[in-house]
């Protein structure tokens, strides 16, 4: 047995220790760190196994695609005379180069793309509350009177690092004011 093993179980078995005797309030407030950590990561996380996974599927169709290539050069290098079954085989290799390659290309985008601006804003957990500042041309009287009557709309204009730039518009799409939501 190795000396980095027996350090790895010897680690294992302090950690374990220095937890069970910790006391409960202690255990708890690990437990709570924890959970927030996780939390935290649990979206960064699952989108990058989410890109690895596409990207794993990619590259997949590409090694696919690469030796479905190969056999379409063995093909055309050969000395040998041509039969019927190897055409056939020909017209299906070609179409599953044509295929797998297509597919990988596809994957490959979709990893790399960029996100798409959202036109929805969502709360990021219930009872968030969002906040709407308008800037100083805001007619106040006539957004009172819009809420007061059929309500307003709110049309995004630009989504820019985090902030989202609406614009209000009252009935008949009016625009009675422009805000950001914070």
């Not at 294992?12 to 910790?22: D, H, T, V």
């Not at 050969?78 to 299906?92: K, N």
């Not at 596809?106 to 929805?120: D, E, G, L, N, W």
Request: charged share 20%.
């Amino acid at each position: 047995m190795e000396w980095d093993s027996v350090a790895s179980i010897a680690a294992i078995c302090a950690l374990a220790w220095s937890y069970g005797s910790a006391g409960e309030e202690r255990r708890a407030l690990f437990r709570s760190w924890v959970s927030g950590n996780i939390k935290k990561a649990k979206p960064s996380v699952s989108i990058a196994l989410a890109k690895l996974g596409l990207l794993a599927v990619a590259i997949g169709a590409g090694l696919v695609a690469w030796g479905s290539g190969q056999e379409v050069y063995e093909f055309k290098v050969s000395l040998e005379p041509i039969t019927r079954g190897e055409i056939l085989r020909l017209l299906a290799v070609v179409f599953n180069t044509f295929s797998y390659s297509i597919a990988s290309l596809v994957f490959v985008i979709s990893v790399f793309k960029f996100p798409s601006q959202t036109k929805a804003i969502h709360a990021r957990r219930p009872g968030e509350i969002l906040k709407l500042k308008f800037d100083q041309s805001c007619q106040s009287d006539d957004l009172i009177e819009a809420l007061k009557h059929d309500g307003v709309t709110l049309r995004v204009v630009s989504i820019k690092r985090g902030k989202v730039q609406v614009a209000v518009e009252g009935p008949a799409g009016v625009t009675i004011s422009e805000g950001v939501i914070a």
